[in-house]
Structures are given as structure tokens and as C-alpha cells.
């Protein structure tokens, strides 16, 4: 109705004034009958009191529809009535639909096509790695060493790009089922096994054998591998440990990594999960992208996991996922007791 209101601000400004003008006319004619003023500003009222009503009636809709925020796209497609004006916006609104659509469905399609060539990118480039890393399996010198280390960095690279472009096909490309978090734990470990060994970094394991989760056990392990891979590099030559550990926390169990390390500025911590955000330790450390935390916030929210996070300078940082606990059944209660 305000809507409706505003909209004819002009009409009645004009109606107003024609109607001070027609009273005027009586009365500079000086033929001034009370009465028959009376009547002729009764009609015009009601005409054009009638015509307002008439309009707002069958263009109800247009003003209801304007006066809301579009929720669904599908709203583009319900009509504004019979009136010559709202048929026409209904046609213009079903073709800006069909058009959006098509729009959509061509971005769509160049959207999937690059991602293909990402994966398929990346599962090439992994090939010759793994030529190379075969070639230096028998190689102890320094400069082998070296070449490992930048391996294993371009393999990190790639896993981080390679999860960039599947984030798009997220609703496809994930699976929720137990996933018993020691297991994926120990696995992601052995993953980093190198990483550990060449910052003089080690792991501390807190995780009860029987924990399972609710979760997808790909996504969470590139999740704990970023978390691993950021605790290290933080902690490298200042601590020489990294802790590991969950515990239950009402109807949910929390995964806790905790490093030792130079940790990250307050002022820091609030941006730390935007993409490409390095701030004051990516200036120390030039290998940060800004990607990981980014890529765990985005994946803990596709999965419905919360993410937390505490850090001091100086201290250490601590990351908690927070994960929906499976519960066991009859049988394996029983299991465990015996």
C-alpha cells in the first residue's frame, strides 16, 4: 500500500489542483450556487477516488511483489494479474527468466568444463612427482633432500588446487559416514611423515581408538592436513611438538590441533579464514598462500562442522573442529564393556 500510495502522489497532486481551479471558476463567474459545488466536488471525489481503488485492485500484485525482496527465482515466473500492464510485465519477466537461465546454464558449463581440466591438470602433473620421487628413493644426499622437500611442497600445491575447483561440485563429490578419527588421523600423519621429520617437528596423539564421527573421510583428511601442514611450518624452530587430541563435548566430539609455535597476532585472527589472507606471518613465512584456512572454514561449513580457533604470539595456536559424534550401537557398547 505505501508503495501504491508513493506511486500516485502525482495523480492526486494533480487532481487537487484541477479541483481548486474548478471551484475557482464557479466562483469568478459569479454564479456561486453552495449546492451544486458541493455536488460536483462530491462527483470528482468519488470518480477518482473509484479510479484509485479500480487500480489498486488489479495492480495489487505488482505493488506486493515490488514492495518484497525476490527469495526465489521462481518468483519471476508467477503472473501480475490481467490488467495490458501487468500481462506485459509478465512477459518481460518470463523472458528475463529464460534468459537468466540460459545464461546460468552456459556459465554452468564452462564452469564444470574448467574444472575438468583442473583435475585432470593436477592428476597429470602428479605422475612425473612420482617419477621423480621414485628416481630419489635411493638417494641420501643433501641435494636429494632438497629436491624431496620441493616435491613434497608442489604435491601440497596441487592437492590445494585440486580441492579449490572440487568445492564447486561439493554436493557431488561427498559421502557421510563414520569415519573413525584415530584411523584418519594416523593416516594424514603418515601422509606428513617427511614434513615432520625435516622441521623436527613430532606428533602427540590424544584420540581414543573407538571415536568415530560423522563426516566425509576425504574432506576431513585435506581439513586435518591443512590444519598438520600450518602447525608444523608455524612450529618449526621453535617447538618440536604438535598435539593432537579430541575429546567429547556434549553430543559432539571436538578434534583439537595444538602447535607450540610463534602462534598469530590478535589483531590477525578475526581475518585468518578469508581467502588469501597471510597477514603478519605470512610476511615471515613467503610459502603462505592464504588458502588454507580459508578452504577449512568453507569445508567444515559444507559439512556442518564448526571450526574454532585460539591463538597467542609466542604461545602456540589452537584449532578445534567440532564434529558430530557418532553413537555406538547395542552391540558394540557390549563389545567394548566385554
Same mark, same amino acid.
Given at each position: 500500500?505505501?508503495?501504491?500510495?508513493?506511486?500516485? #502522489?502525482?495523480?492526486?497532486?494533480?487532481?487537487?489542483?484541477?479541483?481548486?481551479?474548478?471551484?475557482?471558476?464557479?466562483?469568478? !463567474?459569479?454564479? #456561486?450556487?453552495?449546492?451544486?459545488?458541493?455536488?460536483?466536488?462530491?462527483?470528482?471525489?468519488?470518480?477518482?477516488?473509484?479510479?484509485?481503488?479500480?487500480?489498486?485492485?488489479?495492480?495489487?500484485?505488482?505493488?506486493?511483489?515490488?514492495?518484497?525482496?525476490?527469495?526465489?527465482?521462481?518468483?519471476?515466473?508467477?503472473?501480475?494479474?490481467?490488467?495490458?500492464?501487468?500481462?506485459?510485465?509478465?512477459?518481460?519477466?518470463?523472458?528475463?527468466?529464460?534468459?537468466?537461465?540460459?545464461?546460468?546454464?552456459?556459465?554452468?558449463?564452462?564452469?564444470? !568444463?574448467?574444472?575438468?581440466?583442473?583435475?585432470?591438470?593436477?592428476?597429470?602433473?602428479?605422475?612425473?612427482?612420482?617419477?621423480?620421487?621414485?628416481?630419489?628413493?635411493?638417494?641420501?644426499?643433501?641435494?636429494?633432500?632438497?629436491?624431496?622437500?620441493?616435491?613434497?611442497r608442489i604435491k601440497r600445491g596441487l592437492e590445494t588446487v585440486l580441492y579449490i575447483a572440487r568445492l564447486d561440485r561439493f554436493e557431488q563429490d561427498f559421502l557421510i559416514e563414520p569415519v573413525a578419527i584415530r584411523t584418519l588421523?594416523?593416516?594424514?600423519?603418515?601422509?606428513?611423515?617427511?614434513?615432520?621429520?625435516?622441521?623436527?617437528?613430532?606428533?602427540?596423539?590424544?584420540?581414543?581408538?573407538?571415536?568415530?564421527?560423522?563426516?566425509?573421510?576425504?574432506?576431513?583428511?585435506?581439513?586435518?592436513?591443512?590444519?598438520?601442514?600450518?602447525?608444523?611450518r608455524y612450529s618449526a624452530g621453535k617447538s618440536n611438538k604438535v598435539t593432537i587430541r579430541a575429546y567429547e563435548r556434549g553430543q559432539h566430539v571436538v578434534l583439537e590441533v595444538q602447535d607450540y609455535g610463534i602462534g598469530i597476532?590478535?589483531?590477525?585472527?578475526?581475518?585468518?579464514?578469508?581467502?588469501?589472507?597471510?597477514?603478519?606471518?605470512?610476511? *615471515?613465512?613467503?610459502?603462505?598462500?592464504?588458502?588454507?584456512?580459508?578452504?577449512? *572454514?568453507?569445508?567444515?561449513?559444507?559439512?556442518?562442522?564448526?571450526?574454532?580457533?585460539?591463538?597467542?604470539?609466542?604461545?602456540?595456536?589452537?584449532?578445534?573442529?567440532?564434529?558430530?559424534?557418532?553413537?555406538?550401537?547395542?552391540?558394540?557398547?557390549? !563389545?567394548?564393556?566385554?
Amino acid at each position: 500500500m505505501k508503495l501504491f500510495l508513493r506511486d500516485q #502522489w502525482a495523480f492526486a497532486a494533480f487532481f487537487l489542483v484541477q479541483l481548486f481551479l474548478l471551484i475557482l471558476i464557479f466562483a469568478m !463567474d459569479g454564479y #456561486w450556487n453552495e449546492s451544486l459545488v458541493i455536488y460536483v466536488m462530491f462527483l470528482s471525489v468519488f470518480f477518482a477516488g473509484a479510479f484509485l481503488v479500480v487500480r489498486y485492485l488489479t495492480h495489487r500484485l505488482i505493488y506486493q511483489r515490488l514492495s518484497k525482496p525476490v527469495e526465489t527465482l521462481e518468483e519471476l515466473t508467477q503472473t501480475y494479474g490481467n490488467a495490458a500492464l501487468c500481462r506485459a510485465l509478465d512477459e518481460k519477466s518470463l523472458e528475463q527468466y529464460r534468459l537468466y537461465k540460459e545464461q546460468l546454464h552456459a556459465y554452468e558449463n564452462k564452469q564444470r !568444463d574448467y574444472t575438468t581440466f583442473i583435475q585432470q591438470w593436477v592428476h597429470q602433473m602428479k605422475t612425473p612427482i612420482s617419477v621423480i620421487h621414485l628416481l630419489l628413493q635411493n638417494e641420501d644426499d643433501p641435494k636429494s633432500e632438497s629436491v624431496r622437500e620441493e616435491i613434497d611442497r608442489i604435491k601440497r600445491g596441487l592437492e590445494t588446487v585440486l580441492y579449490i575447483a572440487r568445492l564447486d561440485r561439493f554436493e557431488q563429490d561427498f559421502l557421510i559416514e563414520p569415519v573413525a578419527i584415530r584411523t584418519l588421523t594416523q593416516n594424514v600423519l603418515a601422509e606428513n611423515k617427511r614434513l615432520f621429520i625435516r622441521n623436527q617437528v613430532y606428533p602427540e596423539l590424544k584420540i581414543e581408538e573407538n571415536w568415530r564421527v560423522e563426516s566425509d573421510d576425504k574432506w576431513l583428511s585435506f581439513v586435518l592436513n591443512q590444519l598438520l601442514t600450518n602447525a608444523v611450518r608455524y612450529s618449526a624452530g621453535k617447538s618440536n611438538k604438535v598435539t593432537i587430541r579430541a575429546y567429547e563435548r556434549g553430543q559432539h566430539v571436538v578434534l583439537e590441533v595444538q602447535d607450540y609455535g610463534i602462534g598469530i597476532p590478535a589483531e590477525d585472527i578475526r581475518r585468518v579464514f578469508k581467502p588469501y589472507f597471510t597477514g603478519e606471518n605470512g610476511r *615471515k613465512y613467503p610459502e603462505s598462500t592464504g588458502m588454507g584456512l580459508y578452504l577449512v *572454514k568453507e569445508i567444515c561449513g559444507r559439512l556442518h562442522h564448526g571450526v574454532e580457533m585460539d591463538s597467542e604470539v609466542g604461545e602456540g595456536t589452537t584449532v578445534r573442529l567440532v564434529l558430530s559424534a557418532v553413537v555406538p550401537t547395542l552391540q558394540e557398547r557390549k !563389545d567394548d564393556e566385554s
